[in-house]
Nanobody, 118 residues
Framework: QVQLAESGGGLVQAGGSLRLSCAAS????????AGWFRQAPGKDREFVGR????????SVADSVKGRFTIGRDNAQNTLYLQMNSLKPEDTGVYYC???????????WGQGTQVTVSS
């Protein structure tokens, strides 16, 4: 199994920055890809970005392109989401996810709250 634990959420003013982290443990060798989703209050869960675990190719949603960056830390055991130029509409619960089966996000963290004040 793979265990994921998010951290780094909090309250920030519009225009500010936050860096979310997701520590992966367990059978991390089985991970094909990892990514981030978010869910605003009363809204559908939204794809934010993903990284291919081996090779490091990344992709982010159009709504955050140019502001958010996804990657891995130097130890390569932690996924991060660097969020800059935050907007109130970025508010929501951010979830870390990983795939050990192609086409399926089958591992999830419990989420971390991000609140951006206007």
């Amino acid at each position: 199994q793979v265990q994921l634990a998010e951290s780094g959420g909090g309250l920030v003013q519009a225009g500010g920055s936050l860096r979310l982290s997701c520590a992966a443990s367990g059978r991390t060798f089985s991970i094909n890809a990892a990514g981030w989703f978010r869910q605003a209050p009363g809204k559908d869960r939204e794809f934010v970005g993903r990284i291919i675990w081996s090779g490091g190719r990344t992709s982010v949603a159009d709504s955050v392109k140019g502001r958010f960056t996804i990657g891995r830390d130097n130890a390569q055991n932690t996924l991060y989401l660097q969020m800059n130029s935050l907007k109130p509409e970025d508010t929501g619960v951010y979830y870390c996810t990983a795939s050990s089966q192609l086409g399926l996000w089958n591992h999830w963290g419990q989420g971390t709250q991000v609140t951006v004040s206007s």
